[in-house]
């Protein structure tokens, strides 16, 4: 799913002539381009979709969402790491990589062989 969410912007800067903002999301920091919003100051808060803030939003809104997101999971689901859900999900490690037998491709394919067995 890709949510537009509300954040509030910490600082902004350029990169290759594009106005750049660093967005904080309830916790979570991104990078967004602020070209549809030119005139958006530090400590503003902005919808952004996909990054690119899009709309300005009172404090009072931004914060009311986000706190919905989180309560339904939806900020954890828009910025978290694939593996990291997937691993979850499951009850396993954040990566496959880190421990026991699958650490390697070829422990990966003895353990897939032990399994058929």
């Known amino acids: ?48 979709h996909v990054g690119f803030a899009l709309q300005r939003l009172d404090e009072a809104s931004a914060k009311q969402t986000l706190e919905l997101f989180a309560e339904l999971g939806m900020l954890q689901e828009e910025f978290a790491d694939p593996w990291e859900l997937a691993a979850a999900e499951a009850g396993g490690p954040a990566w496959p990589f880190e421990d026991g037998p699958a650490a390697s491709p070829a422990g990966a394919g003895a353990v897939q062989e032990a399994e058929r067995q």
């Not at 890709?2 to 910490?10: D, E, H, I, K, S």
């Open 1 to 48: 799913m890709c949510l537009a969410v509300p954040g509030r912007v910490v600082d902004i800067g350029e990169r290759d002539g594009t106005r750049m903002a660093t967005v904080d999301f309830g916790g979570v920091v991104k990078e967004v381009c602020l070209e549809y919003l030119p005139d958006l100051q530090v400590g503003e808060y902005a919808i952004v």
